[in-house]
């Protein structure tokens, strides 16, 4: 699914040179590191939003390097969910089908699909100031989810959350990958999550990406 190898991305503090990263298709692979490590660098660069500077980035076999970020068939959720504030859960959760013009009974059985998974469907009139952490999350999950993506990106996606909050969504995390076909690249600095939800558990060691040992 992701092939990285020898790869060179970043600027400055963050550049990371000569890193390779290998997930198979189907995992939930989530990958540990510090603060400042390079996780969201890694993440833009796979998504296309950063350049890759040197090696190959192979996703579903195709190559991506001159790929658009729109054309990788990748659902992104940035660490603050980057909801659009003036829009409804239900526009947030449709967009992506809008822009890319899905009919409208196409975007309605989505909509119902994703407001059942997810339990939006109390909320849909709502916009984001209106929402907890807990459901702004799973709008911006949602969304990212809504064209439904070979590859889903989720940078820190709990790291705002309150315990008891934080346990639901790993359990809606879970839910979604066992329900879709879709891989999981899941960052985070919490060895917790990487349990909870790793079938695929990575960490950066210096300036490498390796497996993690099996928790005893």
Known sequence: MIELRQGTLGA?????????????????????????????????????????HGGSLMINGEDMARRDPADRGIGYVPQDGALFPTMSVQGQLVFALQIRKHSQAEQDQRLSELAQQLSLTDLLNRRPHELSGGERQRVALGRAL??????????EPL?????????AMQDVLAEVHRASSCTVLHVTHRIAEAQALGTLRLGFVGNGIEPLPTAS
């Open 12 to 52: 400055g503090d963050t550049r990371i040179s000569q890193v390779s990263l290998t997930i198979p298709s189907g995992a939930y692979a989530v990958l540990l590191g510090p603060t400042g490590c390079g996780k969201t660098t890694l993440l833009e660069t796979i998504a296309g939003l950063r350049p890759l």
């Open 146 to 155: 809504a064209n439904r993506p070979s590859l889903l990106l989720l940078d």
């Open 159 to 167: 790291s705002s959350l309150d315990d008891g909050t934080r346990e």
